[in-house]
């Protein structure tokens, strides 16, 4: 099995900085895609960003040019940088990866969530 732990949530104010973690760990024989997903309190899970293999990234056009996410293959963890935050970016966010177990069969894992909260 794959399992993934998030860290670095919390409270912070507008125009504030966050940093996620999500570190994945387990059956792991390959990573393709991790990524972020948010929800906010009665609205569906959205995609907010994205990165693969290769080191490509996609960004939900939201949080273009304040969000960055990065990885450390090494450590097999994902990483998003939030600046500049809006209240309008209080969500849930999950962590999703994608890849091949050592059983040679492909996952697709979420974490548990950790709460952003962005107030004054």
């Known amino acids: 099995q794959v399992q993934l732990v998030e860290t670095g949530g919390g409270l912070v104010q507008p125009g504030g900085s966050l940093r996620l973690s999500c570190a994945a760990s387990?059956?792991?024989?390959?990573?393709?895609?991790m990524g972020w997903y948010r929800q906010a309190p009665g609205k569906q899970r959205e995609p907010v960003a994205a990165i693969i293999m290769g080191g490509s990234t996609n960004y939900a056009d939201s949080v273009k040019g304040r969000f960055t996410i990065s990885r450390d293959n090494a450590k097999n963890t994902v990483y998003l940088q939030m600046n500049s935050l809006k209240p309008e970016d209080t969500a849930v966010y999950y962590c999703n990866v994608q890849g091949v177990n050592t059983g040679f069969r492909r996952y697709d894992v979420w974490g548990q969530g950790t709460q952003v909260t962005v107030s004054s």
């Open positions: 387990g059956s792991i024989l390959s990573i393709n895609t």
